[in-house]
Antibody, heavy 120, light 108 residues
Framework: QMQLLQSGAEVKKPGSSVKVSCQAS????????VTWVRQAPGQGLEWMGR????????NYAQNFQGRVTITANRSTGTAYMELTSLRSEDTAMYYC?????????????WGQGTLVTVSS | AIRMTQSPPSFSASTGDRVTITCRAS??????LAWYQQKPGKVPKLLIY???TLESGVPSRFSGSGSGTDFTLTISSLKSEDFATYYC??????????FGQGTKLEIK
């Protein structure tokens, strides 16, 4: 059973950047797609983007294009999501998620979430 | 991008009720649809994928159906632990793999 462990909560100033990590245990996601999902307080789930480490392919939602970068370190089994030019509206819980293989990108395994608070 | 519209946004039901939640895609997505359950303060949980395949360990009172643009999640007999918010997600073809806006199921 794969488990995803995310880095801890962050408090950031507007205009700064945040980088959240997601490490797999009990398996590797090198052959998977790793998805990042955002959830603002009291709001729904928002698909941000994904990476397929095996193919070195990344895709981003239009809403985040230009501000988000998703990367992966295959040797350590860790994925990263960096969001730049932070604003108050980016205050949210950020989740990584994955499923076996990369042909179907639904989310079977989820990280515990990383709360990012953007405040001056 | 494909838009996913869930209905209703929220509703109330009682334990033992049969409940159906609908998810409509703005274009055909075959059966590339998943359903999730999320309780307050918790991580979303996969219930169903490929529109109708029950995830391992999910009670059989949950079922999914549909293909193309119209999908349903049915809970055959509500239990107290089923009161939560439910989301659909399409993962057809090419990203973005959008979520519906959610359906909040509350106790009547």
């Amino acid at each position: 059973q794969m488990q995803l462990l995310q880095s801890g909560a962050e408090v950031k100033k507007p205009g700064s950047s945040v980088k959240v990590s997601c490490q797999a245990s009990g398996g590797t996601f090198n052959n998977n797609a790793v998805t990042w999902v955002r959830q603002a307080p009291g709001q729904g789930l928002e698909w941000m983007g994904r990476i397929i480490p095996l193919l070195d392919i990344t895709n981003y939602a239009q809403n985040f294009q230009g501000r988000v970068t998703i990367t992966a370190n295959r040797s350590t089994g860790t994925a990263y999501m960096e969001l730049t030019s932070l604003r108050s509206e980016d205050t949210a819980m950020y989740y990584c998620a994955t499923v076996e293989g990369y042909s179907s990108s639904y989310c079977r395994y989820w990280g515990q979430g990383t709360l990012v608070t953007v405040s001056s | 991008a494909i838009r996913m519209t869930q209905s209703p946004p929220s509703f109330s039901a009682s334990t033992g009720d049969r409940v159906t939640i609908t998810c409509r895609a703005s274009q055909g997505i075959s059966t590339y649809l998943a359903w999730y359950q999320q309780k307050p303060g918790k991580v979303p949980k996969l219930l169903i994928y490929a529109a109708s395949t029950l995830e391992s360990g999910v009670p059989s009172r949950f079922s999914g159906s549909g293909s193309g643009t119209d999908f349903t999640l049915t809970i055959s007999s509500l239990k107290s632990e089923d009161f939560a918010t439910y989301y659909c997600q399409q993962y057809y073809s090419y990203p973005p793999f959008t979520f519906g806006q959610g359906t909040k199921l509350e106790i009547k």
